[in-house]
């Protein structure tokens, strides 16, 4: 016995047979986009919450402390906010300095009997006292001066009373 099969190849079997390939395609597709973004291995991926550490909240500490009474300083009668003239120099004047000591570069040279305000020091360099002198009439005549060529002298300003 013999059977015989005929098979007819209609379009509404080409067309399912185009949908189910169409199908598994999609599956296909999606499978492998997702194997990718799993991890790999068995790893799982953490989940992290982030939670702020707590703080203290600021506070103001008031610290009261005694104020320092200054000391003036006064050496040869020398002291801050006197007047002195620069003397002892023989008429060559005196090297008023960008800083306390014979290493500092001269600024300018002050005549001898050019009077000065005392207004720091004093500072000790080189074995010699140095006083911060400013001139009262021009601000920008100013400078470190050794003491060993100054002498204290009583000025009146203008406008001030006896």
Do not use: C
């Amino acid at each position: 016995m013999k059977h015989s099969f005929q098979l007819s190849v209609t379009p509404w079997v080409i067309l399912g047979a185009i949908i189910i390939a169409g199908a598994l395609s999609v599956l296909l597709i999606l499978g492998l986009s997702l194997a990718e973004s799993r991890p790999q291995s068995g790893e799982i991926p953490a989940i992290i919450t982030v939670i702020p550490a707590p703080t203290m909240p600021p506070t103001s500490v008031l610290l009261y402390t005694s104020t320092p009474e200054i000391t003036t300083i006064e050496i040869n009668g020398i002291s801050l906010g006197k007047f002195v003239q620069i003397a002892g120099t023989g008429g060559d004047g005196l090297r008023l300095r960008a800083g306390p000591g014979k290493g500092f570069a001269p600024l300018f040279l002050g005549y001898e009997s050019e009077v000065f305000e005392v207004k720091d020091g004093p500072k000790f360099s080189d074995g010699i006292t140095w006083w911060y002198l400013v001139a009262p009439y021009d601000e920008t005549r100013s400078g470190w001066a050794a003491a060993d060529y100054l002498k204290v002298v009583n000025v009146e300003l203008e406008g001030s009373s006896p």
